[in-house]
């Protein structure tokens, strides 16, 4: 018999990512908080008017599109635990955060820049994030998602992915971006081990799951083959390609719906061509 558990997406516009509301009749947990805190506060607005404790907030990596809102939902949720699945994505979190500050990339989200003696009114990064005990998330009234971190460097240095034996789900992170194009601004290496769990989670999942992306829409579990032959067409197109324009105008002719080309393709194609 399958437990209560209730699902809402939440699709942010900045970076087209998402974040995921799960609840039953007691309780709410949120995995990943938006890229900014204008987003996290319509996300939060929205956990508030369905009237029931906010319990976790699970961060699945350390890329800040995940996790900038995360002082919002602390802010309005003050009882929340803001939990990860391994040390190593809390370590990520705080240096990406640290990185950040140090290149201005925070003046516009001051409240996430470090707390330190120098910045006493800082996100208190280590304080206020913990791990998360037995690799599950469990609702009040006992529904469980599992979290599953032991894969190889790919988009992230450490991703989490989510499973929902109740709903029938596989939450894939950043391994899938549907319909958008996604981060390759990354290690050779790594586009080859994200090439290679594609095909595992193709070869492995159930086949009548349904799958949830990091950013983009739900997909069936074809969306793995197609995220495969998305990467193989951009290694081939960056490395045949004589410009950085002539890369971006190729992978826009090969995917003209996908999202985010002035932002994620462009540093991806910025990484592999040179001017």
Not at 152 to 178: G, I, M, Q
Not at 199 to 206: G, P, R
Request: with cysteine.
């Amino acid at each position: 018999m399958a437990n209560n558990i209730n699902l809402q997406v939440y699709h942010g516009v900045e970076a087209t990512v998402n974040a995921y509301i799960f609840s039953d009749d007691q309780s709410i947990i949120l995995v990943d908080c938006l890229r900014n805190s204008n987003e996290a506060s319509k996300l939060a607005a929205q956990i508030k008017e369905m009237g029931k404790p906010l319990t976790h907030l699970f961060i699945t990596h350390g890329h800040p599109d995940h996790y900038t809102g995360m002082n919002v939902i602390k802010n309005e949720f003050p009882d929340v635990r803001i939990v990860v699945n391994a040390p190593e994505i809390k370590a990520d979190i705080i240096n990406f955060s640290t990185w950040m500050e140090s290149v201005g990339w925070l003046e516009g989200e001051p409240a996430l820049k470090p707390k330190t003696d120098a910045n006493p009114d800082g996100f208190d990064y280590e304080g206020n994030i913990s791990i998360l005990k037995r690799g599950k998330l469990i609702l009040a009234e006992g529904a469980e998602i599992e979290a599953f971190s032991n894969y190889e460097p790919t988009e992230c240095e450490h991703l989490t992915t989510l499973y929902s034996a109740d709903l029938k789900a596989f939450f894939s992170n950043d391994f899938v971006y549907n319909g958008v194009h996604p981060w390759l601004a990354i290690d050779k290496q790594n586009i080859e081990n994200w090439k290679n769990q594609l095909l595992e989670f193709a070869n492995v999942l159930e086949k009548d799951l349904t799958i949830y992306p990091g950013h983009g829409k739900p997909a069936d579990i074809t969306v793995f083959e197609k995220q495969l032959k998305y990467i193989n067409d951009f290694e081939a197109t960056v490395a045949a390609a004589k410009s950085r324009e002539e890369a971006m105008q190729k992978m826009q002719e090969l995917y003209p719906d996908y999202t985010q080309a002035d932002f994620l393709l462009v540093y991806s194609v910025n990484a592999f061509v040179a001017e």
